[in-house]
């Protein structure tokens, strides 16, 4: 018998927040520091750090200068985010190749930086209380790629990227793409590849809420 729709609202709400399956991990943190108790004072500490860094998440949020990145940075800060997680504003640039030009790296990366430094404010004025920061990587490869790995490097729990309005030639592509294994976009690859949640956040232009898209669940609207 299939579950109604509200049951999958709430699940996937509380898997965005870190409900359900952060508690688990840690009461198994809980549990197996109680039954370490008895051994060498030094592992105790050592548990008792781990337990700390799992009592919240990073949340990175892919940046630019689109109306879909902010869009998906509004909806992870209403929806997602925590007053324990921190948030990590992940910011991808191309290096020129085959152009004169008289900036360094050093530069492009100051230029970069003031272009999402109203994201960050915004982020500090919707959740005071949240650590965010920012970070840019200049790359020659691949975007998707490159956020793949900076979500890793950086030790993300969720992924949160902007995603446009897709048509329906390109939605017949994708679904052909992914059921083969080949990714369809930058938002796409993160989706299948990311080791960490990665969730796809598109505004609906009328009548309010978000679509968004997992692993498990492709436009799934919700409201905000």
């Known amino acids: 018998m299939g579950k109604p729709a509200g049951y999958w609202v709430n699940k996937i709400r509380t898997s965005f927040k870190g409900g359900s399956s952060s508690s688990k991990s840690l009461d198994e943190g809980s549990a197996s520091g109680s039954r370490k108790n008895g051994s060498k004072n030094q592992k105790t500490e050592e548990g008792n750090k781990k337990g700390e860094a799992e009592s919240g998440r990073k949340v990175m949020v892919v940046v630019d200068t689109t ?6 940075l509004q909806w992870a800060l209403t929806q997602c985010v925590q007053d324990e997680d921190n948030i990590t504003l992940l910011h991808v640039t191309k290096t020129p190749v085959g152009q004169a030009t008289d900036e360094t790296q050093g530069q492009r990366n100051s230029r970069a930086h ?35 790995e900076e979500a890793k490097k950086q030790g993300a729990g ?31 690859y993160c989706i299948h590849n990311s080791e960490c949640m990665a969730i796809a956040v598109r505004k609906k232009s009328n009548n309010g809420g978000y679509l968004i898209t997992t692993k498990r669940h492709k436009d799934f609207w919700l409201l905000a």
């Open 67 to 72: 109306s879909q990145s902010k869009n998906a």
């Open 114 to 148: 003031e272009q999402v430094h109203p994201l960050k404010n915004f982020c500090q004025l919707k959740k005071p209380n949240v650590k965010t920061e920012i970070v840019v990587v200049e790359t020659a490869e691949e975007k998707g790629k490159t956020i793949v």
């Open 158 to 188: 969720v992924l949160v990227l902007g995603q446009r309005k897709r048509t329906s030639k390109w939605r017949v592509i994708w679904k052909w793409r992914a059921k083969g294994g080949i990714g369809g976009g930058v938002v796409e």
